[in-house]
């Protein structure tokens, strides 16, 4: 995890929606994302992997009754992509492992973000929210 780059750089397209903290939400943030991506004319991998474990967790570990999540990408004007996924536990804060965690039914969503990605971190607030982020240089996914 990196924690050096806090906000995004000047962005040249930007699309963000509130999204509901239900498995439906994050499968409707995976969708969208598609959508907005194919509409930039980017690729689709590893964008759409990295949404769909960013919306996950903010509906498995994020999740507050009542309040949802957000998704929002951006790319930037040196062809950078971010995600971002703002959810409601912002004192529930995700960490970056040593070691891969023992073999489980869930996990490994972070694992597969800090693989994928070229740097993710998290921010947080506004309280009580976190933002958890990831980044994709224009190599990776051109």
Known sequence: ???GITAPRTPLHQFTVPL???RRGARLARLLAVEQLVAWELPLDPARLI???LATNAVV?????GRGFRLTLTV??????RIEVADARGESAPVAWDAPPEPAESGYG?????ESADRWGVLPG???CKTV???LEPGRFR
């Open 51 to 53: 949404v769909a474990e």
């Open 126 to 128: 506004p309280f009580p």
């Open 133 to 135: 982020w990831a980044e």
């Open 76 to 81: 930037t004007v040196d062809g950078v992509l």
């Open 20 to 22: 509901s903290a239900t």
């Open 61 to 65: 570990h994020g999740r507050v009754p």
């Open 110 to 114: 972070l694992l597969l973000v800090e």
């Open 1 to 3: 995890m990196n924690q």
